[in-house]
């Protein structure tokens, strides 16, 4: 039977904490067979997990970590780096996609949607991807931004198909959340929940010593 795992926090460093925790405790320990170039590595995976984030703007969006451990990400690489990668098509030479190229029109067409229909509406949803992306060495792990208004608050449903909890859970997550609260600025509602699920949440083999150090996990 596969375990589903959920994890209710009130900041995104919260939640990565918990996250770490659940993949060294509960994570299904395999060697990936095929997909990121990282054929034959090992890594412990959730079988599903859904990450509720009840105040996901509370600062730092990132975590800070003990010295000597390798620092996940930075406000810097989120803001200059992910954030436009997310919200524009800009595609660069060795890039095979962005998610901006999928994301930004549908952005600006569920923030239309929002505007006319506030909270009652379900429509609001955008997609990462397309019939094509099976095809692709490395497909989209990000595959969904499901948007609504309810309680006056702007909330984001949000999945990937594989995640890695160490560096990419943080960089993502900070980075959507920058997104969310643009967006609810302009419909001139409050910054709501994050909600986040996915199948494939994954600590790779040389980040489960961090992990340890990290969370105290024996």
């Excluded at 596969?2 to 509960?26: D, F, G």
């Excluded at 030479?93 to 929002?114: A, D, H, N, R, V």
């Amino acid at each position: 039977m596969l375990r589903i795992i959920n994890i209710k926090t009130l900041t995104i460093p919260q939640a990565w904490w918990e996250l770490l925790l659940n993949c060294l405790v509960h994570g299904h320990e395999y060697t990936i067979k095929q997909g990121s170039h990282n054929e034959n590595k090992k890594r412990k995976e959730l079988d599903f997990v859904v990450i509720q984030i009840t105040h996901p703007s509370i600062r730092p969006l990132v975590p800070t970590v003990p010295e000597g451990i390798p620092v996940p990400t930075s406000m810097d690489y989120v803001e200059n780096d992910y954030l436009p990668y997310l919200l524009t098509n800009n595609k660069g030479p060795k890039e095979e996609y962005t998610y901006g190229q999928y994301f930004e029109s549908q952005y600006l067409k569920c923030l239309e949607i929002l505007s006319t229909a506030g909270e009652a509406t379900n429509q609001a949803c955008a997609t990462i991807g397309d019939m094509h992306s099976i095809d692709m060495p490395d497909p989209p792990c990000l595959r969904m931004i499901d948007m609504r208004i309810r309680y006056g608050k702007l909330h984001w449903f949000i999945y990937f198909r594989s995640w890695d909890a160490f560096g990419g859970f943080p960089s993502n997550i900070a980075g959507l959340q920058l997104a969310k609260e643009m967006m609810a600025k302009d419909l001139g509602v409050e910054d709501g929940e994050i909600i986040a699920t996915s199948k494939g949440v994954h600590l790779y083999d040389d980040a489960w010593e961090w992990a340890r150090m990290i969370t105290d996990a024996k």
